[in-house]
């Protein structure tokens, strides 16, 4: 069974200077190599998101933007939107 791993942006994965350290790289591709569903949750958009997300290896990866009002997948292909 995969587990779904939602990870804040700001304060979180990224440091004062908006740079993911390699150890949170390196830790968050491990679990996409495990087969583990990754995601990051963020009031930013999409692009201020993916900035960050595309950091990470191909798996199953998402971005929840806009404070959960749209979801990406990792292609950046929008899967649900509330307006």
């Known amino acids: ?3 779904l791993f939602v990870f804040d942006i700001d304060g979180t994965l990224v440091n004062r200077s908006y ?3 390699q150890e949170v790289i390196d830790a968050i ?3 996409l ?3 583990e569903i990754v995601a990051t949750c963020s009031g ?3 692009i ?3 900035r960050f997300l595309s950091q990470f290896k191909g798996g199953k990866k998402f ?4 404070n ?3 979801i990406y997948t990792g292609d950046k292909q929008i899967i649900k939107r509330h307006s």
């Open 44 to 46: 930013r958009s999409f």
């Open 1 to 3: 069974m995969n587990r």
């Open 63 to 66: 971005a929840i933007c806009a």
């Open 19 to 21: 740079e993911l350290k």
């Open 68 to 70: 959960g009002a749209i």
């Open 29 to 31: 591709n491990q679990l």
């Open 33 to 35: 190599d495990n087969g």
């Open 48 to 50: 201020g998101s993916n």
